[in-house]
């Protein structure tokens, strides 16, 4: 008799700006290991929103992984629905409220965006985001850039508005119980090492895995690392 083996389900969140090119090298070295979908958010404006097509738009129970915004919007997908997600992975993310420093900053980006365009953007958001080596790596640096460009300037305001206006995120943390990797690079000056840390102290039993050489875009950076990481997480 053939037995028939059922490969569990991953849904992968891209961030603020970001696509399926974030999440494709990592998808690809994963494809014995689950069904990897991708999931990005042109056009929304509120994160609640965001989770809820998320979860109208996957049947069953999934593993589900965020990166950047990807990550607040995977920690509102379990709010809405924990008895569907079977594993939960953070990466390079936050769940600290805004604040009065943070507004004015997003703003600026915003008005940056309207006046000279997405591809000065790219530059004034995207290369702080990356680590040394990984500002070095000029095709990826390109892959990026267009991604950046791909998106409106009102999509992307949209998406700081949804940022800007983030539900809470810190209170639900004790109550995940499912297996939780918890995922930053050394790199990382916007979601630090220590960031993720706080986080860990509050998901019981979460694992913090912390990449090398790697800034904010983690999956595109490093993705054999970080693919070895969720495979090792897949398992649990």
């Given at each position: 008799m053939?037995?028939?083996?059922?490969?569990p389900k991953l849904v992968c969140l891209a961030g603020l700006l970001c696509d399926q090119r974030m999440w494709q090298n990592v998808a690809s070295q994963l494809e014995k290991d689950a069904n990897v979908e991708i999931m990005s958010f042109a056009?929304?404006?509120?994160l609640t929103e965001m989770a809820r097509f998320v979860l109208s738009s996957v049947e069953g129970d999934f593993a589900l992984a965020g990166h950047s915004m990807g990550g607040r919007v995977a920690l509102e997908?379990?709010?809405l629905a924990p008895q569907r997600v079977t594993h939960l992975a953070l990466l390079n993310t936050g769940v600290h409220p805004k604040s009065d420093k943070e507004i004015p900053g997003r703003i600026r980006l915003i008005?940056?965006?309207k006046q000279h365009g997405m591809a000065l953007l790219a530059d004034e958001w995207l290369v702080p985001m990356m680590s040394p080596k990984g500002l070095e790596n000029r095709s990826l640096m390109e892959s990026l850039e267009k991604m950046v460009m791909a998106y409106s300037v009102e999509d992307f305001e949209k998406q700081i508005q949804a940022l800007i206006n983030r539900p809470d995120a810190e209170g639900q943390l004790a109550n995940i119980s499912v297996p939780t990797l918890l995922l930053s690079g050394t790199q990382d000056t916007w979601s630090p090492v220590a960031q993720h840390q706080v986080i860990q102290q509050k998901i019981t039993g979460s694992e913090l895995v912390v990449i090398d050489?790697?800034?904010h875009m983690a999956p595109v950076e490093q993705p054999e690392n970080v693919a070895a990481a969720l495979h090792s997480w897949l398992q649990k």
């Open positions: 053939n037995v028939r083996i059922t490969r056009g929304f404006d509120d997908i379990y709010r008005d940056l965006a050489d790697a800034g």
